[in-house]
């Protein structure tokens, strides 16, 4: 209970933040406005990625550490390569960091999914490394 009042403002104030971004961006009027405000975007992500991968990291057994570092680290070229492949179009423009951190914030989104997805799992589904307590 205590861990969860002292928890409370922090997430209020990450909310709080998030929304001011959101609104901020919606007001961007210039290239280097919008590149900022999609790269916070994605910074965001990337911490709540990074949060999850953390969490769900604890609860495995050595082995499955060492294969979720692996498969992470793997994630993390592919996702750098694919945006970098996507956004080739526009490479040296200004445009690019805009599109290249609208893609890594989009992988980023779906690997959150994806990890929130087996740190969900309950025993007795096959595809579940290792079951919500």
């Known amino acids: ?3 969860l009042l002292l928890l409370l403002p922090a997430s209020l104030l990450a ?6 971004a959101a609104a901020d961006c919606a007001d961007a009027q210039t290239q280097a406005d919008i590149n900022a405000c999609i790269g916070s975007a ?3 992500s990337d911490k709540r990625l990074n ?3 953390g969490q769900y990291r ?3 057994d050595a082995g ?8 992470q680290k793997a ?6 390569l694919s945006c970098q492949f996507e956004t080739s179009s526009v490479g040296g423009g200004s445009g690019f960091q805009m599109a290249y951190s609208n893609c890594l914030e989009t992988m980023t989104d779906n690997r959150i999914k994806e990890l929130q997805t087996l740190s969900d799992c309950q025993a007795g589904d096959f595809n579940c490394p290792a079951p919500k307590p």
């Open 1 to 3: 209970m205590k861990l």
């Open 15 to 20: 909310f709080s933040t998030a929304a001011q």
């Open 42 to 44: 994605y910074k965001a």
């Open 51 to 53: 949060d999850l991968y």
């Open 58 to 60: 604890q609860r495995l």
């Open 64 to 71: 499955q550490k060492k294969a979720l570092t692996a498969a």
């Open 75 to 80: 994630w993390l070229n592919y996702r750098d």
